[in-house]
């Protein structure tokens, strides 16, 4: 049997009433509010509130606020006036199962009514949508035939023009023809002449020459092959270059500088390994930070947390200015519910992120959220929605983090369980 709901206070004015109706532990989630224009109903198991209002209301502009233990509503009178009562008085079993019998009908009636209104706008909607989709098509249909025509202008008339540039090129060229066999009928007979008057002279030199003159020929030009030099012999060139740790040439570079940067290098790799004595029994990858936080990230997929938390620790150890090692480390301590080294290693994390640039976003908005989780874990929910929203301008498409951050105000607001 449910526990009938006498306890409560109301008021009014001549357009409302103000109905407060205390409910320990009432939620929007398990509380049923069921609100006709004569019939008021609050389900919440084990408790349950009824009541046949004095005269009918605006169920549609009424409202009920939930929280703080409490249902407070807000009725609107149809007709304006003062009640006498909150329920009509004298109302016998029979009556009231009239009344709730009524009340459902009209409520369905409502109900249907919506849907149906609801179906008529989106098939409107739709309509619309579809319309506005194929008036787009068609002016893109549109204008894709206007390119295709303007480029079939400019085809044709850059054909026209190649035409008739290819005409003229003819026409010039026939003209040039003639001028062309003038001009090497005129060079012919320039060569004939100017070779009869080469023979014509050679002629009278040979009867003028001495008759030693053929041999000193033949000598000069057994001088001339003597004194050309014969092709060299081929052979190697060795070439030896200097071994260097910098990929600069040796010209190029500035060795003191050079030698002051391995200096320093091996000095630090001594002083790490002097610090941290148990290195000497590491292999040599297992040196490496990147090596340490790979391992890590594997441990975390399998769970072993405390693992992987140790090898974050050395690889932080080896180099303590990588922000994703607090950043999986943080992670490994909410696993765990070590809720202040969370928010330590997150903070560690975005102080190391800076400045804040496209590159590090992704890494950013993981540190505010799991920041703010370690909050929410601590009940301090005001630090925590401030790390929401903070990874929310960072990623604001993110539908997950929108939801927890929602959650979050429903919490800070009292609308809504602490989970």
Known sequence: MPVQVSD?????????????????GVCVRDADVFCT???LKVNFPPF?????LYAPIDDASSKAKIGNDAVVFTLYKKEAGMWETLSVPGVDKEMMQRIREKSILQAQERAKE???????????????ALNALMKIEEEERKKIESIKENERKKATEELEAWKE????????????????LCQEKQTEEERKKLKHKSLTRNVASRNLAPKGRNSGNMFVE?????????????????????????????????????????HKQAEARRAMNADIPELSDLKEEEKNPEWLKDKG????????????INAYNLAIRLNNKIPLLYLNRAACHLKLKNLHKAIEDSSKALELLTPPVTDNANARMKAHVRRGTAFCQLE????????????????????????????????????????
């Open 8 to 24: 409560y206070s109301w008021q009014q004015t001549k357009t409302a009433v103000f109905l407060s109706l205390p409910l320990r």
């Open 37 to 39: 224009e004569n019939y």
């Open 48 to 52: 349950l509130f009824e009541a046949f």
């Open 114 to 128: 919506a849907a149906e209104a609801k179906a008529v706008a989106k098939r409107e909607d739709q309509k619309y």
């Open 165 to 180: 540039s290819q005409r003229k090129a003819e026409e010039k060229k026939r003209i040039q023809i003639p001028d062309k």
């Open 222 to 262: 057994k001088l001339k092959e003597d004194s050309i030099p014969a092709p060299r012999s081929a052979g190697n060139i060795k070439i030896n270059f200097t071994p260097r740790v910098f990929p600069t040439a040796l010209r190029e570079s500035q060795v003191a500088e050079e030698e002051e940067w391995l």
């Open 297 to 308: 990230n594997k441990l975390f997929a399998t769970e072993n947390y405390l693992a992987a």
């Open 380 to 419: 301090l929910y005001v630090e925590g929605l401030q790390d929401y929203e903070a990874a929310l301008k960072i990623d604001p498409s993110n539908k997950i983090v929108q939801h927890d951050a929602e959650k979050i105000r429903n919490v800070i607001q009292g609308t809504e369980l602490k989970s």
